[in-house]
């Protein structure tokens, strides 16, 4: 190391750098982990160039792994989608946020005799059954009205010892005041999100009210921070790490969120890529009132390939 290197300035917050030399990056790192939406496929549709890209890292030895916010889902569900896409991913590689709730619950050693609320659809009864959890509420829920005649109460299961929160298009009052009662009134019950996503793209069109809103209704009702298992959150990295004995300075987080995917891998110590294939274009990166910086970014995780091409 010369003297220069050592007595170097370091700026407070260095910008984030055009990727340039793929080749350093994915030598420099054991493990990729990718975001799905934005950057593996848009809505139903694979993002141009993902299959080969894939290959391409698997074929240089590196562990990819595949973590989504949404809930909606399981593993098992997600698997499907990745085959129906014609993607080789196995549901062992899939993280999304349902599975991190019951991961979560199954880590803590929630106990046999009690039992999650679910606010939230599909994806968290499959994981929780998978886990072996007495749940109930999720989208048969949605269903229940409540009428307010004179001097009604609304009784609650007092077994309940978790609700989890997570993404819900069926999300109602009746949900809302299940919730709270659980939380305020069963001592020591706690409230797990799956995520606070402020917005979600379940269009094209525009952008629509994410899992953030069904959290914050019930955090409005109980004034109680709920613990986050998804992104940002450093749980399912975490986990991650463990799981496969990684060390997280070997692991490269790609995203096309700033305050969701990049800031988990910066939370959790990994080098960060964004792409700009998702919801973050160039100009919201380089805007004054971004603070996060990933390390680098590039247009697509496609430009492994072409970069590489153009450098040879
Ligand atoms: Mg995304």
């Given at each position: 190391?010369?003297?220069?290197?050592?007595?170097?300035?370091?700026?407070?917050r260095?910008?984030?750098?055009?990727?340039?030399?793929?080749?350093?990056?994915?030598?420099?790192?054991?493990?990729f982990?990718?975001?799905?939406d934005?950057?593996?496929?848009?809505?139903?549709?694979?993002?141009?160039?993902?299959?080969?890209?894939?290959d391409?890292?698997?074929?240089?030895g590196?562990?990819?792994?595949?973590?989504t916010?949404?809930?909606?889902?399981?593993?098992?569900?997600?698997?499907?989608?990745?085959?129906t896409?014609g993607?080789?991913?196995s549901e062992?590689?899939?993280?999304?946020?349902?599975?991190?709730?019951?991961?979560?619950?199954?880590?803590i050693?929630?106990?046999?005799?009690k039992?999650?609320?679910?606010?939230?659809e599909?994806g968290?009864?499959k994981?929780?059954e998978l886990?072996?959890?007495q749940?109930l509420?999720?989208?048969?829920?949605?269903e229940?009205?409540?009428?307010?005649?004179?001097?009604f109460?609304m009784e609650?299961?007092?077994?309940?010892?978790?609700?989890?929160v997570?993404?819900?298009?069926?999300f109602?009052y009746?949900?809302?005041?299940?919730?709270?009662?659980?939380?305020?009134?069963?001592?020591?019950?706690?409230?797990?999100?799956?995520?606070?996503?402020a917005?979600?793209?379940?269009?094209?069109a525009?952008?629509?009210?994410?899992?953030?809103?069904?959290?914050?209704a019930v955090?409005?009702s109980?004034?109680?921070?709920?613990?986050?298992?998804?992104?940002?959150?450093?749980?399912?990295?975490?986990?991650?790490?463990?799981?496969?004995?990684i060390?997280?300075?070997?692991?490269?987080?790609?995203?096309?969120?700033?305050?969701?995917?990049?800031?988990f891998g910066?939370?959790?110590?990994?080098?960060?890529?964004?792409v700009?294939?998702?919801?973050?274009?160039?100009?919201?990166l380089?805007?004054p009132?971004?603070?996060?910086?990933p390390?680098?970014y590039?247009?697509?995780?496609?430009?492994f390939?072409s970069?590489?091409?153009?450098?040879?």
């Amino acid at each position: 190391m010369n003297a220069s290197a050592s007595s170097r300035i370091v700026s407070p917050r260095a910008s984030a750098e055009q990727l340039k030399d793929p080749d350093q990056l994915i030598d420099s790192v054991e493990t990729f982990i990718f975001d799905c939406d934005g950057v593996i496929w848009k809505g139903d549709k694979l993002i141009d160039g993902v299959p080969e890209t894939l290959d391409l890292l698997r074929s240089k030895g590196k562990r990819l792994v595949f973590v989504t916010n949404n809930s909606t889902k399981s593993r098992k569900q997600y698997g499907k989608k990745f085959e129906t896409l014609g993607l080789n991913v196995s549901e062992e590689e899939i993280f999304a946020s349902s599975f991190a709730a019951a991961a979560y619950l199954k880590s803590i050693d929630f106990p046999k005799d009690k039992k999650v609320y679910v606010v939230g659809e599909d994806g968290i009864l499959k994981e929780l059954e998978l886990a072996g959890i007495q749940y109930l509420g999720g989208p048969g829920d949605g269903e229940k009205k409540i009428e307010l005649k004179p001097g009604f109460l609304m009784e609650h299961d007092k077994d309940v010892g978790a609700v989890v929160v997570g993404f819900d298009r069926h999300f109602n009052y009746y949900k809302v005041q299940y919730a709270t009662l659980c939380i305020r009134e069963n001592p020591g019950c706690l409230f797990i999100a799956t995520n606070r996503d402020a917005v979600t793209h379940l269009t094209d069109a525009q952008e629509w009210a994410g899992g953030g809103s069904m959290v914050g209704a019930v955090y409005g009702s109980t004034k109680r921070e709920p613990l986050v298992v998804g992104k940002p959150s450093t749980f399912m990295m975490d986990y991650l790490a463990n799981k496969f004995n990684i060390t997280k300075s070997q692991i490269c987080m790609v995203g096309d969120r700033l305050d969701t995917d990049i800031l988990f891998g910066q939370n959790g110590g990994c080098k960060t890529l964004l792409v700009l294939s998702g919801v973050t274009s160039l100009s919201m990166l380089q805007s004054p009132d971004n603070a996060i910086q990933p390390d680098f970014y590039t247009n697509k995780i496609s430009d492994f390939l072409s970069l590489k091409a153009a450098t040879v």
